[in-house]
């Protein structure tokens, strides 16, 4: 029995990384009754004007039903003005492509050839975003986190990523689209959950440090990701990394975060503007603060549901989304000396929050 499962598990060690890793191209269509994935991409334009979409497929109760598909994106303006644009669909008005990387939510695409990735939201006559780019870096994965039998997986599936954009948005009915084209950069995460959100995590904080390609400072600057979900339980799991502009990277094991000025916001929710963080690896440590410095937006996709969405989606969690520029200050530390790593960031900071108990009617 132990020659079997010696067998087995090196087997296991010989299969490329690719199998081992979560599979980005296809949802895996679970059947479980919390059973929720998405793809989130976080996206600067070098204008200032910010973008998140999420195509997302998840279970919900009736009348809803399973296998729903939700494209829902937010477009902020480097003014403060903002717009969302939402569209469900039941399984066959969205889809994907069994054999590669191509998911569609009502006219909303998101697809990939290789290391070249293409986003496209909006409709016709109507917003319009598309952005065509790649990761500087293969994906970066948290460990699968499981409790009971919930487990969650997340992956950074397109970690410091770049590439180009051009867009068409109309942030009020009375007033003409906005147009424009030219350089983006951020990050895309995947995530799978088979039970309810607020039982596998807390909040999570990502981090992702914005460069210039055009930069000549950029040579020898050293560029953060981070990522800290806290997880049910109280412990948490964090990715840090430093790249270069050859695309090389350092990762830090042993990292610490201790949230500081915690702002208490509405629904019970709050958030933190200021962290320190310490971190080491096997040849220096890291440590310094990022402080939110400029205020994107704040975000719960429940104040932008309609009732009928808003009656099913109380039994669900309450997310708060708080995305911020941030400022990083740095000291890393090896047997070659102190190198200094400030700039700039994409931050969001999510804040879970577990949906309301009902309250039991007396009897008479």
């Known amino acids: 029995m132990k020659l079997i499962k010696f067998i087995i598990v090196s087997l296991i060690c010989?299969?490329?990384?690719?199998?081992?890793?979560?599979d980005h191209s296809k949802p895996q269509m679970l059947k479980d009754k919390f059973y929720k994935e998405y793809w989130e991409q976080h996206f600067l334009f070098e204008d200032g004007t910010f973008i998140t979409s999420q195509f997302l497929v998840a279970n919900f109760p009736w009348p809803v039903g399973r296998d729903h598909g939700i494209m829902i994106s937010t477009v902020v303006s480097p003014?403060?003005?903002?717009?969302?644009?939402?569209?469900?669909r039941n399984f066959g008005k969205w889809g994907f492509d069994t054999e590669k990387f191509d998911l569609f939510i009502h006219t909303h695409r998101l697809k990939s050839t290789g290391n070249k990735h293409d986003i496209h939201v909006g409709t016709v006559g109507r917003?319009?975003?598309?952005?065509?780019?790649?990761?500087?870096?293969?994906?970066?994965?948290?460990?699968?986190?499981?409790?009971?039998?919930?487990y969650m997986e997340t992956s950074f599936y397109l970690p410091y990523f770049k590439g180009d954009r051009n867009w068409r948005v109309q942030y009020d009915e009375k007033q003409p689209f906005e147009v424009g084209?030219?350089?983006?950069?951020?990050?895309?995460?995947?995530v799978i959950f088979n039970g309810r959100v607020e039982g596998l995590l807390q909040n999570w904080l990502r981090i992702s440090g914005l460069s210039s390609v055009d930069d000549a400072s950029d040579k020898n600057r050293?560029?953060?990701?981070l990522s800290a979900q806290t997880r049910s339980d109280g412990r948490q799991d964090s990715l840090l990394t430093l790249k270069n502009a050859a695309n090389d990277v350092i990762s830090f094991s042993d990292i610490t975060l201790t949230y500081k000025n915690i702002i208490q916001a509405t629904k019970k929710s709050s958030y933190p503007t200021v962290i320190e963080i310490t971190a080491k690896n096997d040849t220096g440590s890291l440590t310094g603060t990022i402080r939110f410095t400029r205020k994107i937006d704040h975000f719960n996709i429940m104040d932008h549901l309609n009732f009928f969405e808003r009656t099913f989606a109380k039994s669900r969690a309450s997310i708060a989304n708080y995305r911020y520029i941030a400022d990083y200050d740095f000291s890393y530390v090896t047997a070659e000396g102190t190198q200094k790593i400030?700039?700039?960031?994409?931050?969001?900071?999510?804040d879970i929050l577990s949906p309301k108990k009902k309250k039991k009617k007396r009897r008479r």
């Open 14 to 22: 010989l299969l490329p990384f690719s199998l081992l890793a979560m």
């Open 79 to 88: 003014d403060g003005k903002r717009t969302i644009i939402k569209n469900g």
């Open 127 to 150: 917003n319009v975003i598309d952005i065509t780019g790649s990761a500087a870096i293969p994906p970066l994965d948290h460990q699968r986190h499981q409790r009971k039998k919930d």
């Open 181 to 190: 084209k030219g350089k983006v950069q951020g990050f895309g995460t995947h």
């Open 222 to 225: 050293l560029v953060p990701f």
């Open 342 to 350: 400030t700039g700039k960031a994409l931050s969001e900071y999510k």
